[in-house]
């Protein structure tokens, strides 16, 4: 609630209850958010309200019928900048409004709750396809930006999705750390702006907007100068988060069904001045809970086989803090090691003279014909390294690719051998 008053002594309007709600909650416990969060947020609602009335605006001046071209070849009609993707996909299936994440237009990515601008081939994204997966990872970690700001008045850097995941990069001082400890505080957090189902607001500001928006994230600052190369940029409002993103976004955080925070570490930031030290935070996220479960079960097994724990169980090498990336063996897996190196570099011993005699009879106009034979009848040795032998060799064959024939029992005795004859 003393967020709320300090909106009111700042003439900044007030959002909606929903978005005091956490405050609320955690009035007891949640430390005082920074002066600049309340700043922002006031100035991107009137950011906000003048966005409203230009579209609005346009609505009225440029509303004309559109066609929208269907994957399947459905065509359907629609109105310019009033139209969203979401509507259509409504009209569709109510299944398919519920679980799909953005659109693609013309082979871009698309709010679902932006308007249509003119005809074009729209196709919905769904949690299933990889693109889906990058929508609803990178709103995953807006929802954790949200929460580092609230909790830890954390300064954003990038909160990028990965191929597994999400994770926010974000500055706390020089000295100050995540403890491990703060990760279920964090995500006891993202859980609330879940639950409260925040939208993703996405408009587009001035680079002067812009730096007045970020006036206090010298990240962001860098960022509008570096990249920003246009006379406006788009900026995602989520709550009191206010970020400077492309998007696109899920339509409200709600649509995510479960979060875990996994891991925290330190990341790098570079830019012209000396590297400055970032916190990071990782996580995964799914639209139910069901598919969590089946990702922490899967992940547990992986553990179980993880070649890093077997390997160190098993005494076959260990690593030291020193050089982290090295594997240092150890008798046992010297011997391992020595074994398979032997075995690849038989059949590659092989193969290469193989590829040599092709060249070679090539230039000099040859053709050559192949044939394996196997053990006699008097053949020494075990039966056991017989088999491995002409496994090998049969297998150099297979992968040379020229016919050969099989010539049983004309081995010599210590060993089969591929033979040629050329013509």
Not at 77 to 104: C, R
Not at 251 to 269: C, M
């Amino acid at each position: 609630m003393g967020l709320c008053l300090r909106w009111r002594r700042l003439g900044f309007p007030l959002p909606e209850f929903r978005r005091c709600e956490l405050h609320t909650v955690r009035e007891a416990s949640a430390p005082t958010p920074p002066h600049w969060l309340a700043e922002r947020f006031g100035l991107f609602e009137e950011l906000w309200t003048a966005h409203v009335k230009k579209l609005a605006s346009m609505t009225q001046k440029k509303a004309r019928a559109i066609k929208i071209s269907l994957p399947e070849g459905q065509k359907v009609d629609a109105v310019a900048w009033n139209t969203t993707p979401y509507q259509l996909a409504h009209q569709i299936s109510v299944t398919l409004a519920d679980t799909a994440v953005a659109a693609e237009v013309n082979g871009e990515l698309y709010d679902l709750d932006r308007p249509l601008e003119t005809d074009c081939h729209l196709r919905f994204l769904t949690f299933d396809s990889p693109e889906g997966k990058a929508v609803f990872w990178h709103s995953s970690a807006h929802v954790l930006g949200a929460a580092a700001e609230q909790q830890l008045g954390a300064v954003l850097c990038r909160g990028p999705s990965t191929e597994s995941g999400f994770y926010h990069d974000f500055f706390l001082g020089k000295e100050r750390t995540v403890r491990s400890a703060e990760l279920p505080i964090l995500e006891r957090i993202c859980q609330e702006l879940i639950a409260a189902a925040q939208p993703f607001r996405r408009l587009e500001a001035s680079r002067d907007q812009l730096r007045q928006l970020f006036k206090d994230n010298h990240f962001k600052l860098h960022l509008i100068e570096e990249k920003v190369t246009g006379p406006t940029a788009t900026v995602y409002g989520c709550g009191m988060s206010v970020d400077l993103c492309r998007g696109p976004h899920l339509r409200h955080t709600g649509q995510i069904g479960a979060l875990k925070l996994l891991t925290n570490s330190s990341a790098l930031w570079r830019s012209l001045g000396a590297p400055e030290t970032l916190q990071r935070v990782s996580g995964i996220s799914f639209p139910k809970v069901e598919l969590l479960r089946n990702w922490e079960a899967r992940r547990k097994e992986a553990e179980l086989r993880d070649h890093r724990r077997i390997g160190k169980e098993q005494e076959l090498f260990f690593f030291h803090e020193l050089s982290p990336g090295s594997c240092f063996f150890l008798p046992r897996g010297t011997r391992v090691y020595n074994a398979l190196v032997a075995f690849i570099r038989l059949e590659a011993e092989i193969q290469g003279c193989l590829d040599f005699l092709r060249c070679v009879y090539s230039v000099l106009g040859f053709s050559f014909h192949l044939a394996l034979s196997t053990r006699p009848p008097g053949f020494l040795g075990e039966p056991r390294l017989w088999d491995q032998a002409e496994q090998v060799l049969q297998q150099a064959l297979e992968k040379f690719g020229e016919p050969w024939d099989l010539n049983p029992g004309d081995g010599a005795f210590y060993g089969p051998k591929a033979s040629w004859s050329h013509t």
